[in-house]
């Protein structure tokens, strides 16, 4: 019984560890770029992010409207700044924009 | 099974092996089916220690004394459910509960990032199954639960009666699923260091497993001092005690860093300190479980000390330590921050105190805890320094955190105007004020500072976060006209971080209004007494009613039924007994079930009466001296006795031997009913401790608001929110031409 569990175990570990290298893989696009697109897709939602918080602090009344205009200028320059590099890695990536 | 137990750590330890390779090669080349193939090496160590889990708790369960630790630690008079968790009592069976969590929770988080982070996720994996390597190898190699010996014996020591104790079947997994935890954002920030990416992604991917990390540390953390309180029978419930402080010190790192890393993902900053956090939290989780294992500090929870076991970890720990700092210093350019503080009136900055204070005072509590072993590698004698020693610069800087806990919640990013900022501190000011007023005309309360600032301070908390409530629960209605109670729902709902860590700082504030209330305003009493006898304590007339004692095959318990009232008026009638387990000393038949000294299996079963404004708390010792002589008398009588029927022939022996031990068994009900009908004083620990039932009731609500954060967002409410709405940027210097991606609006609620 103990045999049986340990080799159906290790056959059982074997398929499922070897099956990646069993099946040929073609070429990925460059690791490179596509983590950049998604380091840029990351710090674009954490900027929408940090633009619905100033929102939330608006409505809720810790922000005055003058502050808030500020800092949500601010904010959406810089989004505006990540959307475009953001373009300019899927274009180099070969992703279609806006996607 | 055991030899399939056995042969399942090695190739448990084999796919580790083979995983590390396959990643690091799989990283340096490029290649992704050896990524793959190495990912599912630990989906394939989780399973094979999972099954290895499962044959060993079976083991247990029925009670198979051919397993080393089974015999060592288990008995068939051990209840059910305390022997399917008797396996994380011993070293061998934790360190396989540590492997299966570690596998388990490195599964999971390999598994939500296979298609994210694909430069940093081949590192991150090659160091979690690193220590997968580490771990599996000290199980199958130098504590190998699967030993067995033979002939079997044909009962088990049993299990340490200290942890006969519900919380105990809950609170080692939750503290190993925190430390292992706290290796997947230590494994993604090494991952992000050696790659080269250390934007804010990799934080994103792994905030839930710091949070998890969190939660379930503060939740271990919790269970513990609960057992403490009430089954050590000292009376408290932190005793500072190395291995409390060893779970205690990463909790306390990880709640900086998902402070802080909120800073980087809206600022840029904080790049150096962030990752030196996270790394720190990761190093600190393994110098916790180095201490429960290692014994080199005395503590009523670590394990026997095992020098095989301590070299590995110290190895360990140096290669954390070193590495870490190599890497940082090696990405010290990418690590810059892109941004400076706004105004040090802003959250961002009430943050960067809040983490200073936070990690001084893991660091005082570093230092204070490991100051027996740094005295005796200068001096060459270890200095013992207790829980004074810890609380002139644990309390303010906790007064300190407490503070900046309610502060950060209503000073916004960036700035604020002065003119908003009075108006958010008026309400909880005023709480504030209004409370310390108040108490400074309650006797005594200002006599005892840290409670007195202690309370107040908590009051603030709590009435920053219930403002933070009542306005964003305001400001939904009047967007969506939902009822109060919906508008509030929703608001939690659509901002659970938010919320979720206003709910904590609540739950933290009332756990230390407790905390403060219990230890300065305690009272406690000893007392030896005869049954009739009473004492008085804070007011309370404590009666000793009568004794009893219960004799089961498990144990033998003395105990005392206490009768509680004030101004002549009864509070509570509670039991509180010492129970005695037998040793295994097989030279005393009848002595060995009546054990008191060094080394023996006692356990104190409290006597508790909790409510919200008191606890009211018993402890026996139970004197059994005036019993020995019988006992002893005992002892040699069934010696001579048993030494008889054993030289029977075999066929008369088993039946003699029958009658013997029948014979036994009704002396030490007869010696059990003695205690009984002669009323011998017992000594007694008494306490009346005000509100310590909020440090329970503040911890759930801290959890809740834990589980609140760490919740995941209903389908779709994602895509919802991520719907664009086509307007293009208000920026206030808008570029020379429109990203393709239009910014998107803010959905509110």
């Known amino acids: 019984m103990a045999y049986v569990l340990v080799l159906a175990v290790l056959a059982g570990a074997v398929y499922l560890i070897s099956a990646p290298l069993r099946v040929v893989t073609r070429p990925a696009r460059s690791d490179h770029d596509a983590a950049e697109v998604a380091e840029l897709e990351a710090a674009r939602d954490a900027k929408y992010a940090e633009i619905r918080d100033a929102e939330l602090d608006l409505r809720t009344g810790k922000l005055s409207d003058d502050d808030h205009a500020a800092i949500d200028g601010s904010l959406r320059a810089e989004a505006v700044d990540i959307l475009h590099r953001l373009d300019r890695a899927r274009e180099t990536d070969g992703i279609p924009s806006g996607a | ?749």
């Open chain 2, 1 to 749: 099974m055991a030899p399939a137990g056995k042969a399942l750590l090695v190739l448990a330890l084999l796919a580790s092996v083979y995983g590390l390779f396959a990643s690091v090669y799989g990283a340096r080349t490029g290649r992704h089916e050896w990524v793959d193939s190495a990912r599912r090496a630990m989906y394939v160590l989780a399973g094979m220690a999972a099954i290895a889990f499962v044959i060993l708790d079976v083991a247990f369960i029925t009670s198979d004394f051919s397993y080393k630790i089974v015999a060592s630690g288990s008995s068939t008079t051990t209840p059910f459910l305390y022997r399917a968790a008797a396996i994380w009592a011993t070293q061998q069976g934790s360190l396989l509960l540590w492997v299966l969590l570690l596998s388990s929770w490195s599964s999971l988080a390999l598994f939500v990032t296979r298609h994210r982070v694909r430069d940093i996720a081949p590192y991150a994996q090659a160091v979690l199954l690193g220590f997968a390597v580490f771990f599996t190898a000290l199980t199958a190699l130098f504590a190998n639960p699967f030993n067995t010996t033979s002939p079997a014996p044909a009962e088990g020591a049993g299990l340490d009666p200290l942890l006969r104790h519900t919380t105990m079947m809950i609170h080692p997994p939750m503290l190993y699923s925190g430390l292992t935890l706290m290796l997947v954002p230590f494994s993604f920030a090494v991952g992000a260091l050696i790659s080269g990416r250390l934007g804010a992604e990799w934080m994103q991917v792994t905030r839930r497993f710091a949070l998890a990390a969190w939660l379930c540390l503060g939740i271990g953390v919790l269970l513990g001092m609960r057992w403490s309180y009430t089954e050590l029978g000292w009376g408290g419930y932190w005793a500072w005690d190395p291995v409390e402080n060893a779970a205690l010190m990463p909790w306390l790192v990880a709640t900086a860093y998902i402070h802080s890393i909120m800073i980087q993902e809206k600022r840029g900053m904080l790049k150096v300190w962030n990752a030196s956090l996270v790394l720190l939290a990761g190093t600190l989780a393994i110098v916790g479980d180095f201490l429960v294992r290692s014994g080199i500090l005395s503590s009523i929870h670590a394990f026997v000390s095992d020098p095989t076991l301590n070299t590995s970890f110290v190895a360990l720990i140096a290669v954390m330590v070193i590495g870490s700092i190599g890497l940082v210093t090696w990405r010290r350019e990418g690590l810059r921050t892109e941004a400076g503080l706004d105004s040090l009136v802003s959250r961002e900055a009430v943050f960067l105190f809040q983490n200073l204070a936070l990690v001084a005072l893991t660091a005082v509590i570093f230092w204070i805890t490991f100051f027996p072993l740094i005295s005796e590698a200068v001096t060459g004698t270890q200095v013992s320094v207790g829980p004074p020693a810890f609380l002139p610069f644990v309390v303010p800087l906790a007064l300190i955190v407490v503070a900046l806990a309610g502060i950060g919640p209503i000073i916004p990013w960036r700035r604020v105007s002065a003119a908003k900022l009075r108006r958010s501190f008026v309400f909880p000011v005023a709480v504030w004020l209004g409370t310390m007023v108040i108490l400074a005309f309650v006797s005594g309360v200002t006599r005892h500072l840290f409670a007195y600032l202690m309370f107040g301070f908590g009051a603030f908390v709590v009435a920053t976060v219930a403002q933070e409530f009542f306005r964003g629960a305001r400001a939904r209605r009047a967007m969506t006209g939902d009822s109060p109670p919906a508008a509030l729902a929703g608001l939690v709902r659509r901002n659970r971080r938010r919320y979720g860590g206003y709910i904590v700082h609540a739950g933290v504030a009332v756990a230390l209004i407790g905390v403060a209330a219990s230890t300065s305003f305690q009272h406690q009493r000893y007392a030896t007494l005869t049954p009739g006898q009473s004492v008085r304590i804070a007011g309370y007339k404590v009666t000793y009613v009568r004794p009893f004692a219960t004799a089961t095959a498990e144990k033998i318990s003395f105990g005392a039924v206490l009768s509680w009232s004030k101004g002549g008026q009864h509070v509570t009638t509670m039991r509180t007994s010492y129970g005695l387990y037998p040793s295994q000393d097989g030279l005393r038949p009848v002595g060995r079930f009546f054990e008191t000294g060094d080394g023996a299996s006692v356990e104190s079963h409290v006597g508790l009466q909790a409510g919200f404004t008191r606890d009211l708390w018993a402890a026996i010792n139970a004197n059994i001296a005036p019993l020995q002589s019988r006992i002893n008398q005992g002892d040699v009588l069934f010696s001579r006795l048993l030494a008889q029927d054993l030289a029977l022939p075999a066929a008369r022996q088993a039946a003699q031997l029958r009658i013997a031990y029948g014979l036994r068994d009704e002396l030490i009900q007869v010696l059990a009913q003695r205690y009984v009908s002669h009323p011998w004083a017992a000594s007694f620990k008494l306490e009346d401790s005000p509100l310590v039932t909020w440090l329970w009731i503040g911890a759930i609500i801290a959890a809740l608001g834990g589980l609140t954060a760490l919740w995941p967002m209903p389908p779709g409410a994602s895509r919802r929110r991520r719907r664009a709405a086509g307007l293009r940027p208000r920026a206030t210097a808008p570029p020379d031409r429109s990203p393709s991606e239009p910014i998107r609006e803010p959905e509110l609620v």
